[in-house]
Nanobody, 123 residues
Framework: VQLQASGGGLVQAGDSLTLSCAAS????????MGWFRQATGKEREFVAA???????KYAEAVKGRFTISRDNAKNMVNLRMNSLSPDDTAVYYC??????????????????WGQGTLVTVSS
C-alpha cells in the first residue's frame, strides 16, 4: 500500500489543523493506521493510531487535543489537531501496520510509510 500524507503548514499557537493520509493499492480498513511525528533533533514518536476494527490510541501528549479518524469512502485516515502548541512542531508521518494492537505505538512495527508533512506552530 502506498501512503500520501498532506495537510501540514504554518499555524499559530491555539490553532487547529487537519492532516490527511491517503492510501492507494490497499484498503485502510485492512490495517492499523498510525501517525508519528519527528521534531528536529529528536526521535520519531507515536502520536495516534486507528485500528482496523475501529480502536483508537493516543500518546499522552496529544490526548484530548488530537482526534484520529478513518474515511472508508476516501480510503484515508485523518488527524485533527486542536489547541496546537509550539511543542507540536514536527514532521508528521503516517504509517500502516498489521501488528497486534498492543504494539501499535512502536515505530518499527510499521511496514508502510508515507512521506512526511511539516507542521510548524508559532508562538
Amino acid at each position: 500500500v502506498q501512503l500520501q500524507a498532506s495537510g501540514g503548514g504554518l499555524v499559530q499557537a491555539g490553532d487547529s489543523l487537519t492532516l490527511s493520509c491517503a492510501a492507494s493499492g490497499g484498503s485502510v480498513r485492512r490495517y492499523t493506521m498510525g501517525w508519528f511525528r519527528q521534531a528536529t533533533g529528536k526521535e520519531r514518536e507515536f502520536v495516534a493510531a486507528f485500528g482496523w476494527s475501529g480502536n483508537t490510541k493516543y500518546a499522552e501528549a496529544v490526548k484530548g487535543r488530537f482526534t484520529i479518524s478513518r474515511d472508508n469512502a476516501k480510503n484515508m485516515v485523518n488527524l485533527r489537531m486542536n489547541s496546537l502548541s509550539p511543542d507540536d512542531t514536527a514532521v508528521y508521518y503516517c504509517g500502516a501496520t498489521t501488528v497486534v494492537w498492543g504494539r501499535v505505538s512502536e515505530e518499527n512495527m510499521y511496514t508502510y510509510w508515507g512521506q512526511g508533512t511539516l507542521v510548524t506552530v508559532s508562538s
